[in-house]
């Protein structure tokens, strides 16, 4: 199992940057591909960005490539979000999630779950 909390979400102005990081439990981080999912108010949650167990790959929602970058650092179990240029579209809850073997978009093939943190961008 893995226990995952997501911190950096908060209030900023379309145009601007924030970094999201998750942070996971136990010593079997890297044995997890990790996503992170967000839910905009009143709507359903939807795929942002994934990466592999090891980093070497990432797969992006077409909606954030180009402003949004994952990465991981499986030393500090952490994963991270970076994303650039935000948009008032971009306010939203964001979840980190984890799975041993799913690698792909659909949230309900994730295994572990974040509690969220609020992005909202002002315009």
């Known amino acids: 199992q893995v226990q995952l909390v997501e911190s950096g979400g908060g209030l900023v102005q379309a145009g601007g940057s924030l970094r999201l990081s998750c942070a996971g439990s136990?010593?079997?981080?890297?044995?997890?591909?990790m996503g992170w999912f967000r839910q905009p108010p009143g709507k359903e949650r939807e795929f942002v960005a994934a990466?592999?167990?090891?980093?070497?790959?990432?797969r992006y929602a077409d909606s954030v490539k180009g402003r949004f970058t994952i990465s991981r650092d499986n030393a500090k179990n952490t994963v991270y979000l970076q994303m650039n240029s935000l948009k008032p579209e971009d306010t939203a809850v964001y979840h980190c999630?984890?799975?041993?073997?799913?690698?792909?978009?659909?949230?309900?093939?994730?295994?572990?779950w974040g509690q969220g943190t609020q992005v909202t961008v002002s315009s």
């Open positions: 999630a984890a799975d041993p073997v799913y690698w792909g978009t659909r949230g309900n093939e994730y295994d572990y």
């Open positions: 136990g010593r079997t981080f890297s044995s997890y591909v």
């Open positions: 990466i592999s167990w090891s980093g070497g790959s990432t």
